[in-house]
Nanobody, 129 residues
Framework: QVQLVESGGGLVQAGGSPRLSCAAS?????????MGWFRQAPGKEREFVAA????????NYADSVQGRFTIFRDIDKNTVYLQMNSLKPEDTAVYYC?????????????????????WGQGTQVTVSS
């Protein structure tokens, strides 16, 4: 059973730089999983934020966060992170971590929710202006 637990959210001032964590447990070795971050703001659909290929060699970002957010992992801690810089009020959302082990290419960085099988419970990030 794959378990993903997000943490690191909270109330942040605009311009802040929080880091979200997604710890994987169970029989999950993140080095074998394509990992993604998504977010959902109130009244809006879930949207893609960032993805990291299972090889760790490829990343993909939504245009809205490109250059401000960074996805990376610590294999030893079995944890994926989302470093968020220069936060804006429009970044306010529940952030979800996702994982999938079905991609054979070490370069795949899927951008759609249906591309991922496993999901965390989410962590709220609220950006105050």
């Amino acid at each position: 059973q794959v378990q993903l637990v997000e943490s690191g959210g909270g109330l942040v001032q605009a311009g802040g730089s929080p880091r979200l964590s997604c710890a994987a447990s169970g029989r999950t070795f993140i080095g074998s999983y394509t990992m993604g971050w998504f977010r959902q703001a109130p009244g809006k659909e879930r949207e893609f934020v960032a993805a990291l290929s299972w090889s760790g060699g490829s990343t993909n970002y939504a245009d809205s966060v490109q250059g401000r957010f960074t996805i990376f992992r610590d294999i030893d801690k079995n944890t994926v992170y989302l470093q968020m810089n220069s936060l804006k009020p429009e970044d306010t959302a529940v952030y979800y971590c996702a994982a999938d082990a079905s991609y054979s290419s070490g370069r795949d960085t899927p951008r759609f929710g249906y591309d991922y099988e496993f999901w965390g419970q989410g962590t709220q990030v609220t950006v105050s202006s």
